[in-house]
């Protein structure tokens, strides 16, 4: 698992941005979220998270908040 923290959450479209501590910013969408909801997540949350290779590059699943 990576971690990093809600850099921008797009709520209408059901979606955002990660900054990875590696200083990526990795997209995810709220289907990839694992026992949180969408709506309770908010900007600057630290979350962790692992990575997937897609047609349109580095997507974020498994998204979570740290225990």
Known sequence: ????KIKKLVRERG???ISATDGREIF?????LVDVE???LNEDQEVE???EKSPK???AINVRIPK
């Open 1 to 4: 698992m990576q971690t990093g």
């Open 15 to 17: 979606f955002g941005f």
């Open 28 to 32: 995810f969408h709220q289907s990839s």
């Open 38 to 40: 969408f709506d309770a």
């Open 49 to 51: 998270f692992e990575v």
């Open 57 to 59: 590059g580095a997507r």
